[in-house]
């Protein structure tokens, strides 16, 4: 007795419900010529993930499931589909997983845990669901708990009870470095605890801030691992079961390799960037490329997800501007092959400070007069922005938005950062990871992009004389030490001393920290590489007077 189960590792897009319906219907047509017995789609697929507040308005979620309604009317003669989408029942709104068979609805899961934690408010949109019964289809009985119901006991432990053979698990689940062997060991647990083959199939993708890397795979009843999909691709695989004394067991497994950590970072932030401007319309990029390492990187990241005719490299100097800077800035957009325009700040800088010298007269040069070249710099960018119909990036390292070393309306100005949860230190790394690497998914040249004498000076804002960042902060060994122990880590000042750093130095981090809060509030999103990125996954008050006085 054999089973053909298509898995659809596809990326959909929020609230492009037509679309997504038609990947769908694609993909089945696929799954039907392949002779498969069932199409499966991931968690909340028609409508992409995830929806936030929009799920809960009542006419998107009854769009949703009039075009769920449709596709089982035009998919009536073939392979049965399984597709994640809203459920409203008449009085609450469920995250259901719809199995649909003959031209109709035949079953319903719905999700009974409800995720509220990291970049998850499930609770604040959905009710949780009562455990369900398997479905049956064709020779097999199939259980599916949806995605956090397959994270802790219970769900897939009753559905074993009530006779499911095998547990197919859809899944929205975003990247987080090093997530995999999570994911591998509480789906172990799952297996060890039913003895039941598990089948974990997520999404790809970006929205907003996320990256959904695919990875989908599949357990034997012993746990084994005997199936993986590639990471950040779409792909249809074609996995067939066979019963025998012991159960459903697959017998056409392929384990697609994993990289390592720093090329999923990078490729997640490559993959959020091509899909940001491709789910929001947008097809070319601008930003200001002042010679420094994070809008080198920032270049080559859009020249590997755009190609280098949709990037625009604007290096505006001032005074202050070194000749290395024009020298490496001019290099790394010849390296990409990309447009480089050069707009001098200081005739426009000259006619501000003569119409503000009136009301700063007598007063010391300083702060103020630093911050408006990078706020002449963020007008100028923006003016081109507007002009050419081109997003613009912002460049900030996280961090830099960690400590508000970054000047709002200034070099913050942007609609898209793809760095900004790459800590400093990390930027170097990656910059020699890309220098070194080179796969297809690249669009930009291989070889060493972002010259060495970018990745080895030291850093520097260049808005005064002989500047360096060291000026004003911790060397960003200490800094990014302390930063990940604060922000990621969540611990206290006393945990940091007691590691061996000076009290002095985390206190100023911790309060440079709280009071750059109103600046990440009005900040470009940017690609998630950890659980501790800002936004979703870290929500502090504007306002806060409390100190860890530890």
């Known amino acids: 007795m054999t089973f053909r189960l298509t898995l659809a590792q596809l990326n959909p897009t929020v609230g492009d419900i037509n679309g997504n319906i038609a990947k769908a219907r694609a993909a089945w047509e696929e799954a039907r010529a392949a002779k498969a017995d069932m199409l499966a789609l991931p968690e909340m697929f028609s409508v992409g993930y995830q929806t936030q507040d929009l799920v809960r308005k009542p006419a998107f979620f009854r769009d949703a499931m009039a075009a769920i309604e449709g596709l089982a009317k035009d998919c009536a003669d073939g392979p049965v589909i399984g597709i994640g989408g809203p459920y409203f029942d008449g009085e609450k709104l469920f995250n259901a997983y719809y199995i649909l068979s003959g031209g109709v609805i ?67 689940s975003p990247y987080y470095r090093d997530k995999f062997p999570t994911r591998l060991e509480r789906m172990r647990a799952r297996v060890n605890n039913t003895g039941l083959p598990l089948v974990y199939l997520n999404m790809v993708g970006g929205q907003d801030d996320q990256v959904f890397d695919g990875s989908s795979f599949t357990l034997g009843s012993d746990g084994a691992l005997v199936d993986r999909m590639g990471v950040f691709a779409e792909e249809l695989r074609h996995l067939d079961f066979k019963k025998g004394e012991n159960g459903w067991s697959v017998v056409n497994g392929e384990v697609a390799p994993r990289p390592d950590a720093w090329e999923q970072d990078y490729h997640v932030m490559v993959l959020s960037l091509r899909d940001y401007m491709a789910k929001t319309g947008f097809k070319k990029v601008l930003f200001g490329l002042s010679g420094g390492i994070d809008s080198a990187i920032v270049a080559t990241i859009a020249v590997d997800a755009l190609g280098a005719e949709n990037v625009r490299c604007v290096m505006l100097p001032s005074e202050y501007t070194s000749q290395g800077s024009l020298d490496d800035a001019e290099a790394v957009a ?108 690249m669009k930009g040249p291989e070889g060493e992009v972002i010259p060495v004498s970018i990745i080895d000076k030291p850093p520097s804002a260049e808005l005064r004389p002989d500047q360096k960042d060291e000026d004003s902060l911790p060397p960003y060994e200490v800094l990014d030490a302390i930063l990940h122990g604060l922000v990621d880590e969540d611990l206290s000042v006393a945990d940091l001393v007691a590691q061996g750093f000076e009290r002095e130095t985390v206190k100023r981090v911790e309060h440079l920290i709280y009071i750059s809060e109103y600046k990440r509030f009005q900040s470009a999103p940017g690609a998630r590489l950890t659980k501790g990125a800002f936004w979703l996954d870290r929500r502090y008050p504007i306002v806060n007077r409390w100190r860890d006085g530890s």
């Open 106 to 172: 035949a079953h319903r899961a719905l999700k009974t845990k409800l995720p509220n934690e990291t970049v998850f408010d499930e609770k604040r949109l959905f009710a949780a669901g009562e455990v369900g019964a398997p479905y049956q289809v064709g020779p097999l009985k199939i259980g599916s708990p949806i995605c956090e119901d397959s994270w802790h006991h219970g769900v897939a432990e009753s559905l074993a009870a009530q006779g499911a053979e095998i547990l197919l698990v859809p899944n929205g």
């Open 334 to 441: 010849k390296n990409l092959g990309c447009h480089y325009d050069y707009v001098p700040i200081a005739e426009g800088r000259a006619a501000i400070t003569n119409t503000l010298a009136p009301f700063f007269e007598g007063m010391e040069p300083g702060l103020t007069e630093e911050n408006i070249q990078s706020r002449l710099r963020g007008l100028l960018l923006m003016a081109m922005s507007n002009k050419f119909g081109e997003m613009l990036l912002t460049t900030g390292n996280k961090s830099e938005v960690a400590v508000g070393y970054a000047t709002i309306y200034g070099d913050m100005a942007g609609g898209y950062n793809p760095i900004k949860d790459l800590y400093k230190t990390r930027v170097f790394e990656q910059c020699r990871w890309r220098n070194a690497n080179h796969r297809d998914w």
